[in-house]
């Protein structure tokens, strides 16, 4: 199925239609190469559909950003790492590839189809899977406000929060030493986008509309799809069953749930390699930044592999570090030395172990000086168990939008 769609000049969808049809690829291009292509050095494939194709294209996505702009979604663009593999199956190297126009391209233009698919089954009365994100829970909110008001940025209070106060919050965090702990936790904040016959809308998109339409199909909710706008609109065989459409709540149920396992094993997996290939340098150092506080320790990534590992509270110093969750910091009682999420530190491997995929670091770094305001938390808040010496599992808390 292709979808044809019509934007004004103001970015605003004017009308689409669905189509069945045969595709043929004409180039076969990567992102880079139309990318380079656009950006003045086209090669023997993209220099004959440049005029004719790669422009009209990108002057078609410029028309769309300005519809993207007034909606203003959650603008979370957190950066992705690739392991690249030997021929042996070892991890060579990870790479954190460049975010292209290109690739923001298409994920505009996917949007947009989505949104026709839920408009057109809609429209048609079609029962259907969305693709829905509920708005964060005040709970959440309320921990993202008091952590905020740690580095003097507010949040409006109330349950009416939309996308573009998050991107606000971003904006005043643009370029400061806190910019990566501040999205970090704006991401925790946010709910998770599940699969559901009933429509609540995308919070993060900020899209009261929007189902899965991929073409060619890569998910079993856009084959949900293709099914019911083939029946909906006449468009021959494979339309969607009354049986399936009687048991759409349990399909959306277990497609999200498989989708949460599947993340689950590439984590694992990238995981399992990282921890292969850290394990012959027990005892080297690295430079790494925290990425997660809990009562027993501190989670640090290493930004150079994405591998994240775990300090347990023991070896942070000989100090009591007292966990204040506000701050999302270990304080030291005596010193009033601690870490908070974000801070850059320097770390030794103590230990990898390849079949969990976990590592555990030492503290090699001294902690800074936590602001007065915490301090003073940490000894009028003081609880028993506040300085707890266990140690969990080795994954930090994440999000997933």
């Known amino acids: 199925l292709a979808v044809r769609m019509v934007f004004s000049h103001e970015g605003r969808k004017a009308s689409h239609t669905f189509h069945r049809i045969m595709m043929k690829s004409a180039a076969k291009l990567s992102y880079q190469q139309a990318q380079t292509a656009i950006d003045g050095a086209p090669d023997d494939r993209t220099g004959p559909i440049l005029e004719t194709i790669l422009k009209p294209l990108w002057a078609a996505y410029r028309i769309m950003t300005v519809g993207r702009n007034r909606r203003q979604p959650l603008e979370l663009d957190m950066p992705e790492r690739r392991i690249l593999l030997k021929e042996d199956g070892t ?29 057109t089954l809609e429209m048609k009365k079609q029962a259907l899977i969305y693709r829905v994100l509920d708005a964060a829970s005040l ?60 429509n609540i809308g995308h919070f993060g998109l900020n899209l009261l509309k929007y189902a899965h339409f991929t073409s060619p199909i ?75 506080v809990t009562k027993a320790g501190l989670f640090v990534t290493l ?26 910091a270990l304080s030291g009682e005596k010193t009033g030395l601690g870490y908070r999420l974000g801070d850059e530190v320097r770390v030794k491997l103590a230990e990898a172990v390849p079949l969990a995929g976990s590592l555990r670091f030492d503290m ?38």
């Open 218 to 292: 890569r998910r079993y909710a856009d084959l949900i799809v293709h099914r019911a706008l083939v029946g909906s609109l006449g468009l021959g065989e494979g339309g969607i069953t009354p049986d399936e459409e009687a048991v759409l709540d349990d399909i959306a149920a277990e497609i999200s749930t498989f989708e949460r396992r599947a993340m689950a094993a590439e984590r694992d997996t990238v995981d399992r390699l990282i921890a292969h290939h850290l394990a012959e340098r027990i005892g080297e150092e690295f430079d790494g930044r925290v990425s997660g």
């Open 91 to 119: 991890v060579d190297r990870v790479v954190v590839p460049p975010r292209l126009d290109a690739h923001k391209l298409i994920e505009e233009m996917m949007i947009q189809a989505n949104v026709a698919a839920a408009e």
């Open 303 to 328: 930004p150079e592999y994405g591998a994240d590992g775990f300090v347990p509270i023991s070896m942070l110093g000989r100090d009591y570090y007292i966990y204040d969750e506000a701050h999302q």
């Open 139 to 198: 709970a959440k909110q309320e921990v993202l406000r008091e952590f905020l008001q740690t580095l003097d940025i507010s949040l409006v209070k109330g349950g009416n929060m939309r996308s573009n106060h998050f991107n606000g919050i971003l904006a005043k965090a643009k370029d400061k030493p806190f910019e990566q702990m501040v999205s970090e936790m704006v991401l925790r904040s946010q709910s998770q986008a599940i699969y559901s016959p009933e």
């Open 364 to 401: 090699v770094s001294e902690g800074r000086k936590m602001p007065t305001a915490v301090r003073s938390f940490h000894k009028s808040g003081r609880r028993k168990g506040s300085g707890s010496r266990h140690q969990p599992g080795t994954r930090p808390p994440r999000g997933k939008r």
